[in-house]
């Protein structure tokens, strides 16, 4: 009589639970790129479907997401608190791609003056937000100063991610072309901003580990975090910008007549990475890599090649995101709120940001109904889940749970508010430029 086959003995002998648990495993595993194929579907669908409606594709998939994980499918419920290593990975890699699409996009020549309306929020206005929140996180909430510093920095910066229909759509041909004041103002602040939020950020972590008294943290503060970080990040984003647009553009350049939009995204990676084992701020560096990119070559056609596959990477990892923290609303991180926090968050959205806006253009030439937009649309989203999951990551923080289930309601008062009224809004201020 022969002897069974091994591999079968072995099957035969593994307990049915395991054997269930495998099988659960793969039906999950199908699900999820049954979820992820629906989700890129969305992505290419959606903003065509939705480009004249007082609505957004992020408020889609956040509800997609909330549904889905509300259903009994066996999936595992995305928390960012217990998994904020995932968190920080895939929203880093999210905000990085958008940074690059963003800084692709502007077709104003970067100085003082023509980036004046840039210069005044994020000197003004960033430092107000930050301020403002902390203050609100200490007075209202009761966090401790750490976690109050810490609710201000990620507060503070406008998101590149979802700010798609306030922003720059795509690379002009010509010097200006497109580049109205309030979407030019809007892409500008979200892709320096996004880098101007670690100092603050550090600043929380610096506090957490050595008390509030300044003698602890404010030499690092202001000579490694401020002065030495943001420098390498700026000058590592005009190297690497400049090597890449010779590459790319130059007559004897080693890559000649290439038309693949790939080179965005290692355009993005190379400048991120190496700017960050050199210390620096990577996030600042994407984005001045890719203004320096765009700048090399203006009418050259194919940056409109590299913006697109960037622009459809950054759609596709933000409908990824926009699901799991959908998830995570639905899986309970709003549950650590009180009503004191419910009101902050309003409060956050709806005053501080307008407010510290206004403030920050109270001197600008531009009709009052562009400032208003400009201070209006300082969307929250998918940068303020990174910078919240980053500091989790660094070290432990008291009142985290708190922290994070406001700045998720933030969020999603954000993806709410300034979806529904963008695209009237724009619509209006375009009307009435004409």
């Excluded at 593994?14 to 579907?41: N, T």
């Excluded at 990119?293 to 056609?301: G, L, P, T």
Aim: proline share 5%.
């Amino acid at each position: 009589m022969n002897q069974p086959d091994a591999s079968l003995a072995v099957c035969l002998a593994l307990p049915s639970g395991w054997l269930r648990a495998v099988s659960e495993l793969i039906e999950a595993h199908k699900l999820a790129l049954l979820i992820l194929g629906v989700a890129a579907f969305g992505v290419v669908g959606l903003p065509h479907v939705l480009s004249r409606q007082p609505l957004s594709y992020p408020i889609v998939f956040v509800a997609m997401g909330a549904l889905l994980f509300s259903l009994p499918l066996g999936l595992i419920q995305p928390n960012p608190i217990e998994f904020a290593e995932t968190t920080e990975t895939l929203t880093e890699i999210g905000v990085i791609t958008a940074l690059m699409g963003a800084g692709l996009a502007i077709n104003r020549v970067p100085g003082w003056k023509s980036w004046g309306s840039t210069v005044t929020l994020l000197t003004i206005t960033m430092p107000l937000t930050i301020a403002a929140v902390a203050g609100l996180g200490w007075w209202a909430l009761g966090l401790t100063p750490a976690a109050a510093v810490l609710l201000g920095a990620v507060l503070a910066p406008t998101d590149p991610v979802l700010a798609s229909d306030v922003q720059v759509s795509a690379p002009a041909k010509g010097e200006g072309e497109g580049d109205d004041e309030v979407r030019f103002t809007l892409t500008s602040e979200a892709g320096l901003n996004d880098g101007l939020a670690f100092p603050f950020t550090n600043l929380a972590i610096l506090i957490a580990l050595n008390g509030v008294a300044p003698s602890g943290w404010l030499a690092d503060f202001l000579l490694v975090e401020l002065l030495y970080k943001l420098t390498v990040g700026l000058l590592g984003g005009v190297v690497v910008g400049r090597i890449l647009a010779w590459a790319i553009f130059a007559r004897r350049s080693p890559l000649p007549g290439i038309r693949d939009g790939m080179i965005a995204l290692a355009a993005t990676l190379i400048a991120y990475a190496a700017t960050e084992m050199a210390g620096g701020y990577g996030f600042l560096a994407v984005f001045v890599a890719a203004v320096v990119i765009r700048n090399q070559e203006r009418k050259h056609s194919y940056l409109e090649v590299m913006h697109q596959f960037s622009d459809q990477i950054e759609r596709l990892l933000s409908a990824i995101i926009l699901v799991l923290f959908g998830g995570a609303l639905a899986s309970g991180i709003l549950g650590y709120l009180d009503w004191r926090g419910v009101l902050v968050a309003v409060v956050v959205v709806l005053v501080v940001r307008p407010l510290a806006g206004m403030a920050g253009l109270a001197r600008s030439p531009m009709p009052g109904r562009e400032r208003a937009a400009i201070a209006f649309f300082g969307i929250r989203g998918v940068g303020s889940l990174y910078y919240l999951a980053y500091a989790s990551n660094q070290v432990e923080f008291l009142q985290v749970e708190q922290v994070w289930a406001v700045t998720a309601l933030v969020v999603l008062i954000s993806v709410v508010v300034h979806g529904v009224t963008a695209t009237p809004a724009m619509a209006y201020i375009d009307r009435e430029a004409e």
